[in-house]
């Protein structure tokens, strides 16, 4: 590269304070963007990249005086991850003569949050190649003042957005909103809000909006896998969001994740804008902007990274509060509601049957033996006895109450079954649990008409439970407690 290009370029990289490169930039023949290439480093940039790469990496073969005759003519992609959105700021630069200046989260790939500065280099090049100077610094906490640095327009729309979390509505209401209102600002045709747990494997969209409501966005996503959301962590992790606004975007994504992209196509997806929310160190959610005018881009790109910064604190603390009221409710060992939601929900439920009697059923479901499955086998054997129980008590009951009542004791309240129904339940529930050396249960019902009177119906059925167990025991007196 000793032309006198190289040696121009070389020395206007040599002059800025910052780590710069003049990249070379194709144009392939079909007016897209072709190889990116580092033409000429500056001696910052030449330490910087050397200490992030080449001494991480261990390739001790290469001297830091020669990096310059190495690094020098290489693919961007020689160290780094293919990223569709440098090389759009790039070509932006170079061909469009953009000025560009960007501050994104790059801590996931880098442990830096990171300033890229682009500038068109106006000198004679070939048809098929034209030059831009790129320019960054790392920053290892986030720069307020660099990030919230963005036009008037897109500063009202998500100080407006913060309002509407801070008022008075319930959290899925204010999603609904802001979603809608998001939509309709960057003009999409969809817009969708999800939280995702990869311990558990499951994902919720908590809100939605599709223009003109042409289809529904969780009815579409009900049907895939976990493992179609469940991919983008993999993707994210070179590149702090997804982005694809062309064919080539598309065709980088299918080759690594087919299986979602062949459903994103299927559903008529074209342009898409998918950014993390990241709490903590881990992805709890995503902002899903789908079939936008991908020429806004740039305002689009701003508008959600700086919204889904807001938004990731207030999807952290709904998923806090629902995890608090999940362990507040929910027996963590069977998945069924616990005594103390069965406290209260009893007391609710009494009053609103005396004020207006319905008809109603309970049940008490006791296991028969567990005092003897825990003594030979441990608790370890009784923990799983008891989540067997309460799987074959959801299949039995869907749709009515379910609570483990006590220790081996499990209570339904149905409101929606007629008595002839209830007694299919309860002989299904016989049917399924009629093992005496494993799941077996002591059960006792009763069936209310027009009463309401609820505490009564409920001790009807303990003590009918109780002569159902002491039968049990008549028959089997080596299980007795």
């Not at 003049?22 to 990249?49: H, L, P, Q």
């Not at 660099?146 to 801070?166: G, N, Q, T, W």
């Not at 806004?296 to 938004?311: A, H, Q």
Request: proline share 2%; with cysteine.
């Amino acid at each position: 590269m000793g032309n006198d290009l190289y040696s121009l370029l070389k020395q206007t990289a040599n002059l800025s304070s910052l780590p710069c490169t003049i990249m070379s930039v194709e144009k392939k023949s079909d007016g897209t963007c072709g190889d990116i290439r580092f033409y000429a480093i500056n001696d910052i940039f030449k330490r910087s990249y050397y200490d992030m790469f080449m001494e991480q990496e261990g390739n001790n073969k290469v001297a830091f005086e020669n990096f310059d005759e190495v690094i020098e003519g290489q693919l961007y992609t020689a160290h780094l991850p293919k990223e569709p959105k440098f090389e759009d700021i790039c070509f932006r630069a170079a061909w469009g003569n953009e000025h560009i200046h960007t501050y994104v989260d790059t801590t996931k790939i880098y442990g830096y949050w990171t300033e890229d500065i682009l500038f068109p280099v106006n000198c004679a090049h070939g048809e098929n190649v034209a030059y831009c100077q790129f320019m960054y610094t790392l920053n290892k906490e986030m720069d307020t003042g660099k990030f919230s640095a963005v036009s008037p327009d897109i500063s009202s729309f998500v100080i407006k957005a913060c309002l509407e979390m801070r008022n008075e509505n319930a959290f899925s209401t204010s999603m609904d909103i802001i979603t809608k209102d998001l939509r309709e600002y960057v003009d999409s045709e969809s817009a969708c809000i999800l939280t995702v747990d990869y311990d558990q494997k499951n994902f919720e969209i908590i809100s939605e909006s599709v223009r003109d409501n042409a289809y529904c966005i969780k009815e579409i996503f009900s049907h895939f896998p976990f493992d179609i959301v469940g991919c983008w962590q993999t993707l994210l992790s070179e590149t702090n969001n997804i982005i694809i606004q062309n064919e080539q975007d598309m065709n980088l994504y299918e080759a690594k994740a087919p299986a979602w992209l062949k459903t994103y196509k299927d559903a008529g997806g074209q342009a898409l804008c998918l950014m993390p929310f990241i709490h903590h160190g881990n992805i709890i959610g995503y902002l899903y902007i789908s079939n936008f005018d991908t020429s806004e881009m740039t305002r689009i790109k701003e508008t959600l990274e700086l919204i889904s910064f807001f938004l990731t604190a207030e999807v952290a603390n709904h998923m806090i509060l629902e995890k608090l009221e999940y362990l507040s409710n929910v027996d963590v060992l069977t998945g069924v509601l616990n005594r103390n939601c069965m406290n209260v929900n009893v007391d609710e439920l009494s009053l609103k049957l005396k004020l207006d009697p319905k008809p109603f059923a309970v049940a008490f479901c006791d296991l028969n033996g567990l005092k003897t499955i825990n003594d030979h086998g441990g608790h370890n054997s009784g923990d799983e006895l008891l989540k067997d129980a309460a799987k074959v008590l959801k299949e039995v009951f869907i749709g009515d109450q379910i609570y483990r009542a006590g220790g081996d004791e499990f209570a339904i309240i149905s409101l929606n079954s007629t008595e002839g129904e209830f007694l299919e339940k309860l002989a299904l529930l016989r049917q399924k649990a009629c093992d005496p050396d494993w799941l077996n249960f002591a059960i006792g019902h009763y069936y209310d008409a027009n009463s309401g009177n609820l505490r009564l119906a409920m001790r009807y059925a303990d003590e009918n439970m109780y002569e159902d167990k002491n039968a049990f025991y008549e028959a089997y007196p080596d299980k007795r407690r």
